[in-house]
């Protein structure tokens, strides 16, 4: 599969159950004693039809409804009402059209099939989380001011993403298991709660070393989520290369861990704590959107609603 057909999976599940498989469309149904589970896949750069014309264009998708054993798991039911978000392949999830507009509309499915207590979890597979936008995408346009026109068409794809994070009615955690770089970083610190490996993988924002300007929402979301003006800085001036324990030491992450096993506990053990206090998700967002004012307006997302239930 190239990397325009590598994209989001939405798996209602922990970790240890997201599904491998190489067919293009799959559909499952097991009796596991009372258990009924749905699985649908896709993978694809065309466009896939399933019952009554539901469509998805260059999507792997994955939803899982219930708990599906398998040989790596515990034969136990889990109802911890956990969304997680997985960029699949092994490539460097360079976000193009295809694969923002997939992460778009996982999130989208999530905020639809949300209640109280839900959370999102988003990972990914292989050495990056993601290495930003496609610049070989944009150059493939032929021409210097094509090359900047898909550029910028891409940057004003991902803000949607960005504000669909900071409006989603849940708490939302990025499990980064490799490289986050310019727009993947972005990707990431749109989520409440960031963890990362210890051993492999760094932020970066590459802008200043390859000649590219900041975006209005990438420099709200940077002054809203990292504290230190010092930090910042060196993020945004020098380039710096973070890895986990400077990441966790500038307040940029939660926590760095040793390996994969690790980042994958702590975020689930993470998730299933905040789910376990089943919020009200509209409340969730509007405290959310109050703590980012400069960055909703930017976004459009105007002032935050007064919810209160007496």
Known sequence: MNRNGVVAALVLAPFALLLESNIRLKITFTNNGSRIVKYIEFVSQEMATFGNGMKRFGARWQLVKDFLPNKRTHKEKTDNNIFVLTLTGDDEHRLNPTLIGSILSALRDA??????GSVLITTSRGKFFSNGFDLAWAQAAGSKPKAIERLHHMVELLKPVVAELISLPMPTIAAINGHAAAGGLILALSHDYVYMKRDRGVLYMSEVDIGLTIPDYFSALLRAKIGSPSARRDV????AKVRGDEAVSMGIVEGAHDNEERLREATMSHGKQLASRKWDGEVYKEIRKSL???????LGLGEAEVIAKL
């Open 111 to 116: 905020k639809e099939q949300a209640t109280s």
């Open 292 to 298: 980012y004012p400069e960055l909703c307006v930017v």
């Open 236 to 239: 945004l001036l020098r380039g």
